[in-house]
């Protein structure tokens, strides 16, 4: 039901053409020379007719029109076809009719008159397939150019739109090359001007640098770095957070130094201590601790902090929700990685199979060396 009635919705203009035409026809026959039928003798004429019509649209002028050089034969044994085969059907029509009486008295006569004016009708529909044919066929030339010319255009802007990103990139790249380059210079002059006159603020530059070097760099290390390097920018970064507060930051990191040299994609653990300093509350009754060791056959990544009460636990999930994409990426979704709240702590965890960072090699039981910053 639901594909006959999509054909008659994609066809209804069609029906609204024949109805008019044939009742056009049928009242003209009617009222000027008073020759009516039953309706059953106008369905088996127009039945045949309207035939003609889309035989000659449908089948003989896409076969005809195939070949230029053979339409000049094709086009015309076609149609030799087609009246042939009409006039044949005409007649078997009358025959029946007659035997059913629709005649009346008046008997049929299958001369030359009845061929041409049989003939003259189906080609009077000929025409109209013909027309209807060449129209549909320009309106359909004329969206399938349409077509190519919007996926030409498409083409141009998305071409265009890649030149201008192509040249963004080659400035963002240039600019990524002179301006490190320039701050890094900045900050040695900085270091060596000051670490006469304050010892602590040259250290700090010291450590800011290091961890700056250390993020620009983490790009060209690789997929990968290794946990120890990372480990050391963190100390870094409380270092430089301690001096930023005046006061100590208890944050416990827990690091066997057999995990050290294990392959791990760049600032994880950076971007879990710097969550804890922005949203925890941090105080010697209350530390934050880092810890990395090894459950079976996972590596474990925990970090926890008690949850400050002037920040919400939805302020921690941008930093979270970018280090849960960069794992399901660069471990093919076997890394295991959630964030909640519990009794007014806020813990990560962050598992990854031992063999996607170590080679598949085994790694020994850990012993829990704490070094408290």
């Known amino acids: 039901m639901k594909k006959i009635k999509s054909w008659l919705i994609d066809y209804r203009y069609h029906f609204l053409a024949w109805s008019l035409l044939i009742a056009f026809e049928v009242l003209y026959m009617g009222f000027v020379y008073s020759l009516f039928r039953p309706p059953f003798v106008y369905a088996l004429h127009y039945a045949l007719l309207i035939s ?10 896409p076969w005809s029109l195939k070949g230029r050089m053979a339409a000049v034969f094709k086009v015309p044994l076609g149609i030799v076809l087609e009246m042939a085969i009409f006039i044949s059907l005409c007649a078997l029509e009358d025959n029946l009719l007659e035997l059913l009486h629709q005649f009346g008295k008046d008997k049929v006569t299958y001369d030359m008159s009845y061929v041409w004016s049989n003939m003259y009708r189906a080609l009077y529909f000929v025409v109209y397939a013909t027309g209807y044919y060449f129209i549909v066929t320009y309106f359909e030339e004329r ?48 270091y060596h001007h000051i ?23 983490s790009d060209k290390m690789g997929e990968t770095i290794k946990i120890g390097d990372e480990i050391e920018q963190v100390y870094n970064l409380l270092y430089l957070n301690q001096l930023r507060k005046s006061g100590e930051q208890p944050v416990t990191i827990t690091c066997d130094k057999q995990f050290h040299n294990l392959n791990f994609i760049p600032l994880v653990l950076l971007t879990l201590v710097e969550n804890i300093i922005k949203h925890g509350e941090l105080s010697p009754e209350k530390p934050a601790r880092l810890e990395v060791n090894q459950e079976g056959e996972y590596l474990i990544i925990e970090s926890e902090n008690s949850i400050s009460r002037k920040e919400p636990v939805s302020g921690h999930r941008t930093g979270l929700n970018n280090i849960g994409r960069r794992l399901d990426y660069a471990y093919n979704g076997t890394a295991l990685f959630n964030y909640r709240a519990i009794d007014g702590n806020f813990l990560v965890t962050i598992k990854v199979p031992v063999e996607k960072v170590n080679g598949g090699l085994p790694l020994k039981a850990i012993s829990a060396e704490i070094d408290k910053v």
Do not use: G, W
């Open 52 to 61: 003609v019509f889309y035989c000659h649209y449908m089948l003989i002028l």
């Open 143 to 190: 969206r399938k150019t349409a077509e190519l010319e919007r996926q030409r255009l498409e083409e141009i802007i998305v071409r265009q739109e890649t030149e201008q990103a192509l040249t963004r990139s080659q400035n963002a790249f240039l600019k990524a090359q002179i301006n490190p380059h320039f701050l890094f210079n900045t900050l040695d002059f900085i």
């Open 195 to 217: 670490i006469s006159i304050s010892p602590v603020s040259a250290d700090a530059i010291i450590a800011l640098s290091d961890m700056m070097r250390y993020a620009i760099d």
